[in-house]
Every structure is written in structure tokens, then in C-alpha cells.
């Protein structure tokens, strides 16, 4: 109504005016609909965020063991002036439910020569948070990056099979050895490695024997993703990456099982919302559920996938 008002005090025409409020709807349901229905995305009673991160179920947190599923249990931890949202000793970045990925932000690793004492310090980083959750880190998109002028760093992976370590040898003896290297990570200053399908436990570690620190005060090793890492030559001519965190990304699925299979149990099958569906990762992980296509929403509520506006007029 109030609209409909200011409209025609401009003297629009009422076909003009009905035309601008279609297409209001059109273009912004979420917005025009929020008054009606508040598309929630964790169980009713259940927190919907931590230090403004949005948890959706199956995550979740709190006493209630309702608001979330078993290895999806957030760590919604508070230092008294904020809250951080934890995956283990992983902080959580972003979740996303239609691709079955949480975006993390994982430590990095390094060896630091102290002359003072001539000795070299390290603080190596590993995690078997992931051990008895449904999650393995994504196998495109993370690599294995050691930074340095003179490293080897190794990481030791485990997934469903084996374990074993890989790893790469970082070069450079000196400044002029990185003039071309800022923005590509190619073995000098700087090396990557992909990891293997289906890791689930990594531990990262230098070469105690052999470390060179003619570039910088400290060489580094970390898992990130690749699509949002590129090397700066500042990274090892100075600190700032000392006691840094960097982006990685988990791949989780609900459970080690195909769709077919998942289907045939209702009470525990979770893609339990109307217009929802199943789809098997090709991961080997398990299945994930997903809105149809044109709904949005979480699939792991009912009624959690909406459709368009124009639908369910
Ligand atoms: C849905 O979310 C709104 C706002 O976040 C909250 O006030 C309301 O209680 C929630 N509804 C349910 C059923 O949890
Ligand atoms: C939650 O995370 C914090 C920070 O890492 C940690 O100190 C605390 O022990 C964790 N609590 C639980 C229940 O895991
Ligand atoms: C709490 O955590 C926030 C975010 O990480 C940080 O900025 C703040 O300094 C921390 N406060 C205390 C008291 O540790
Ligand atoms: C978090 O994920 C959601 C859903 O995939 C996406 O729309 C949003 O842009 C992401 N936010 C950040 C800060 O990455
Ligand atoms: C270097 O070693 C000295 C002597 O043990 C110590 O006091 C100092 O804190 C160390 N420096 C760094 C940066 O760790
Ligand atoms: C040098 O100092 C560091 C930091 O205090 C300490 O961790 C390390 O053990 C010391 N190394 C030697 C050889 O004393
Ligand atoms: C470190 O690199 C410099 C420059 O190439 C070289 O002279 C030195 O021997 C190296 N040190 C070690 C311990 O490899
Ligand atoms: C480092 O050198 C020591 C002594 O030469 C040797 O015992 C040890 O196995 C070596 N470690 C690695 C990782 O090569
Ligand atoms: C490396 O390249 C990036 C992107 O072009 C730039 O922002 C950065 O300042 C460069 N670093 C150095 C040390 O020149
Ligand atoms: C179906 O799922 C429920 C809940 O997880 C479980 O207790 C039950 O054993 C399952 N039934 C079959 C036939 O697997
Ligand atoms: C990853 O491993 C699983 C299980 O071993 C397998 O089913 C899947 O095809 C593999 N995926 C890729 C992309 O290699
Ligand atoms: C889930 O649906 C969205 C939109 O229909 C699509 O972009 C996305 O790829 C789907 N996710 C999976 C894992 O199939």
C-alpha cells in the first residue's frame, strides 16, 4: 500500500505501477517475502550463526544434540569479546550446503633460525581433527605449499587406504634469485604439490637437516587453497605470515553411503525437505542433498527448500 502511494504521487499509471510491482517481486522475492516466511536454516530453537558466520543443519551447536548431526558439531568458541565458529582446531570460514564444502581457515607451519642462540625453532602443524567426521580435504583445489629460500617441507597424509608422505623442496639462495618469482609458485621462494583423493588426517613438517635462511628469517608450509594462494616474495622476505592462518577447503558428505542405499531408510535418509534431492559425490564420500532446481534453502529441513516466488503464488 504504501507503495502504491508514493507511485501515484508521481503520477505514474496504475498499469505503470502494477508493471514496477511485478517486477519488484520478480526481482527481489527474498526481500518482499521475508514478512511471511523467515527461511531458517538450522532446526527450530537452534542458533543460527556463530561470530556472524551462518551455521546451517546439519551443522550446528549448543546442549541440544537435536541442532546438529553426528560429526557435524560446531565449536562455537567465545573469547569474551567474540565468538569463532570451529571445526575441531579448524576455524570455520564459510559453509556451503550445495556445493558439500566448508571453507576453513588452517595454521601455517614454520621454521624460524633464531641467532641468538643459532638454533633453528619450528612450530609443525597437523590435524586428525577430521578422524572420526565425515570430512576429507578437497583434493582439487587444496595444495601442499612450502615457502621459503631454502625448505623442504613434507606432509604426511592419511586417507581411507594408506598413508604416506610427499612433499617439495622450496630454492633460492638470495634475493636476486626471486626477481621473477613474485606471482608464481615454480620451486623458487616457492613450491606446491596437490594431495591425494580421500586425505582426511595431514601433519606437516620441515626437514630438520636441511633448512637455508640466506632470504628470510623463516621458511613456511602450509595447505591452502590454490585458487586463492599466490606467492608474494614478501612472504619470505619478511614475517607476516608468522602465526598466520590460511584458507582450505573440507569436503563433507552425510554419509559413507550412495543415494540408492540412503533412500531405502526414511529415519535416517536427510534430504528431508519437499523438492529436494540426493546426490552421490563423486568423491567416493558418501551423498550430499541438494534443493531442486529453481528451490533454495536447506535440503536437511523440511520445508527448507523455497521456491521462486512466482511459484507459489
Ligand atoms: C527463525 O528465525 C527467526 C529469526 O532468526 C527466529 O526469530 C525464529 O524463532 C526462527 N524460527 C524457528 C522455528 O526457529
Ligand atoms: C573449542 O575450541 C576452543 C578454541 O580452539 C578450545 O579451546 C576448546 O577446547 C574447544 N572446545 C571443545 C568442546 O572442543
Ligand atoms: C577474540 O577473538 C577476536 C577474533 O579472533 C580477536 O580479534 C580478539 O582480540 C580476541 N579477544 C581476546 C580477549 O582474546
Ligand atoms: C559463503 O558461502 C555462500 C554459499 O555458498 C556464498 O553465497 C557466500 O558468498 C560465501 N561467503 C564468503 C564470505 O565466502
Ligand atoms: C631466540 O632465542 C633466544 C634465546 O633462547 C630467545 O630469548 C628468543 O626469544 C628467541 N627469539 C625468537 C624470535 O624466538
Ligand atoms: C633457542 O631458543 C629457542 C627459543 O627460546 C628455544 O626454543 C631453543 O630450544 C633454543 N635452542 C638452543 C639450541 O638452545
Ligand atoms: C645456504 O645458501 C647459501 C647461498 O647459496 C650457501 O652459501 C650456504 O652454504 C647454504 N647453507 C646451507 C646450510 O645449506
Ligand atoms: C638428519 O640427520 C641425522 C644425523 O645425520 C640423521 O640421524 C637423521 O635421520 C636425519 N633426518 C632426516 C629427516 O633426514
Ligand atoms: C608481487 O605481486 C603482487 C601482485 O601483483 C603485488 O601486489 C606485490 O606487491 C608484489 N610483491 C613484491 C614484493 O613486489
Ligand atoms: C535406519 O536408520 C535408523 C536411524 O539411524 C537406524 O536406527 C536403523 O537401524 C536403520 N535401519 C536399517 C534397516 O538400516
Ligand atoms: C576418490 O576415491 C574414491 C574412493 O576410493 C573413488 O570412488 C573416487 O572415484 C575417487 N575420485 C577421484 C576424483 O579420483
Ligand atoms: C546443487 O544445486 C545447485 C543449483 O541448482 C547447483 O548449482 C549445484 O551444482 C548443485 N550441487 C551439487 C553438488 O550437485
Known sequence: MQEIKYASSHAYTSTAVALFLLLLLLISPSKTKAAESVNNISRPGCPESCGGVPIPYPF????NPNCFMPGFEVNCSNNGTSSTPYLGETIVLNISLSSGQTRVNMPVSKQCYNSTNNSVDYIEWG???????????NPEKNKFVVLGGGAIGYLKFTNYHYQYNGGCISGGDSLESLINANGSCTGIGCCQTSIPNGTYIIDVSFDHNFSNFTIG????????????????????????LSGQHMPALFDWAIANTKCAAAQTNSSSFACVSENSVCVDLSSGLGYICNCSMGYKGNPYLKKGCQGPLCLSL
Open 127 to 137: 590435524s586428525d581433527v577430521l578422524t572420526s567426521s565425515p570430512y576429507m580435504f
Open 217 to 240: 628469517p623463516c621458511n613456511y608450509a602450509m595447505l591452502t587453497d590454490g585458487d586463492e594462494f599466490t606467492f608474494d616474495t614478501k612472504y619470505i622476505t619478511t614475517e607476516q
Open 60 to 63: 550446528g551447536f549448543g546442549p
